[in-house]
């Protein structure tokens, strides 16, 4: 099956667009490289856009853009969505740098956006803010992870790489541990999202930088049990979670394991079912605060 490769970039809906935009640039370090009356676009990498903004109620994800590989067929990955019984869309020139991209929705409602990345953007990075390496994973709550499971591996191609229990599900297309994460709740909604950064001495500064700007922390720092990524959690301007994180497990697909680290339990440590222990949230002991669920 054709699967996808990476994440490209999250769209979100926001209230207030000039405050999102001014996290985004001035706090994250993302750059603003179009902006249109209702929508804006945000970079961090080497993707014309990780973030898209448009004007909305609530904040809210509604969209999920993902690459498959250069040499992937988008007619035969339409073909393949659309065998699953899955109603597609095809949409030529949809957002700047994109030129053919195949649409459909989640079983939650979120759109995909499946496309070939043609070009890349060739911007010098910025100096000001928290400067992520890139949007690394989005996590939603969902009523059925199992359900939602199957159709990401399914129709998306994704593989699982940790279950924790039967509730919450950490889902990679490519060597990062997680892209997509899944945990049961009683609403469809958005979780975090999580951008990269390079280490902990990154990680110290960032909090530096969100603490001079007013923003809290949530929970963290901390590391992980599952994807044993240090980890920070806040929220942003428009109440969603925003997540940074470093040295996240890094799957070798070829062996069948993660590569190995010294904080690793398992030796080799490979996909597994995690007893929901405290110390699968948190090597570290502390547990996440209230705050982390509303
Ligand atoms: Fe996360």
Known sequence: MIGVKKIAHATYETPDLDQQIEYYTDILGLTLVSREKDAAYLASTLDHHSVVLRKGEHGKC????????????????????????????RKKD???????????DDPKGTVMEVFKRGEFSHRKFPTKGIVPHKLGHVAFFVKDPKKTTDFYCNVLGFRVSDWMGDFFSFLRCGTDHHTINLMRDEHDRHFHTAFELRDWGHMLTACDTLSLNGYK????????????????????????????????DQMNEALGYFEPRPWHRDHPQR????????????????MPTDEMHK
Do not use: C
Not at 223 to 233: D, E, K, S
Not at 276 to 282: I, K, R, Y
């Open 94 to 104: 949809p957002e700047p740098s994109v030129s053919d991209m195949v649409t459909f």
């Open 271 to 286: 996909p597994k079912v995690w007893t929901p222990d405290p110390s699968a949230s948190n090597y570290w002991g502390i």
């Open 62 to 89: 509604v969209r999920l853009g993902f690459q498959i590989g250069p040499d992937d067929d988008l007619d035969a990955f339409e073909k393949q969505t659309a065998a699953h019984g899955i109603k597609t869309q």
């Open 217 to 248: 922390l949530l929970w963290g720092p901390g590391r992980h049990g599952i994807g044993h990524n240090l980890f920070t959690y806040h929220r942003a301007p428009n109440g969603l979670i925003t997540e940074l994180f470093a040295q996240l």
